[in-house]
C-alpha cells in the first residue's frame, strides 16, 4: 500500500469519527428535548463528554490528512478551488460547532447547579439545536464537496 493510500484512508477514518461524533450529539440534542428530568439530563451530558474530543480528533485530524494528501497528489493542488472551498467550510463547521459546544457546555453547567426548570427550558429551546443543525449542514456540504470536487 503506498504513502498516499494511506494518507487517504486515515483521512477517511478520520472523517468518520467526526460524522459518528455529530451522530451522537444529534441523538443527544434531540432527547434532550425530551428530558423530564435532572437526572435524565445529567446522563446526557455524561454521554455527550464522548463526543467532543472524537469530533476535534475527527474534524482536525481530516485537515491534516487531507492537506498532506493535497501537497503529495499528482492530480490535485492545495489551490483548487474545491479544496479552498473544503477549508472554508471546515472553518465555518468548526465555528457553528463551536457555538453548539458553547450553548451547552452553559446548560451543563445549570445542571451541574442543580437548576432544573431553566436547564429542561433550554434543552426545548431551539438555539442549540438550530445551532447544531447549522453544524450538521455544513458537514454535509463539506462531505459533498469532497466526495463531487466540483470544478476539479
Given at each position: 500500500m503506498s504513502f498516499y493510500s494511506w494518507m487517504l484512508a486515515l483521512h477517511l477514518l478520520a472523517a468518520f469519527a467526526a460524522?459518528?461524533?455529530?451522530?451522537?450529539?444529534?441523538?443527544?440534542?434531540?432527547?434532550?428535548?425530551?428530558?423530564?428530568?435532572?437526572?435524565?439530563t445529567r446522563l446526557l451530558f455524561r454521554v455527550g463528554a464522548i463526543g467532543g474530543p472524537l469530533v476535534g480528533a475527527g474534524m482536525g485530524l481530516a485537515?491534516?490528512?487531507?492537506?498532506i494528501l493535497a501537497l503529495k497528489s499528482s492530480e490535485f493542488e492545495i489551490w483548487n478551488g474545491w479544496i479552498i472551498a473544503g477549508f472554508v467550510?471546515?472553518?465555518l463547521a468548526g465555528a457553528a460547532?463551536?457555538?453548539?459546544?458553547t450553548y451547552y457546555t452553559s446548560v451543563q453547567k445549570l445542571a451541574d447547579q442543580g437548576n432544573e426548570a431553566e436547564v429542561l427550558?433550554?434543552?426545548r429551546a431551539p438555539t442549540g439545536a438550530l445551532w447544531h443543525f447549522a453544524t450538521l449542514?455544513?458537514?454535509?456540504?463539506?462531505?459533498?464537496?469532497?466526495?463531487?470536487?466540483?470544478g476539479a
Open positions: 460524522a459518528s461524533a455529530l451522530v451522537l450529539f444529534s441523538v443527544l440534542v434531540f432527547s434532550g428535548r425530551r428530558m423530564t428530568s435532572l437526572e435524565e485537515l491534516v490528512f487531507g492537506i467550510l471546515w472553518a460547532g463551536g457555538r453548539t459546544g427550558a433550554r434543552l449542514a455544513l458537514f454535509v456540504l463539506l462531505l459533498l464537496d469532497m466526495v463531487f470536487k466540483p
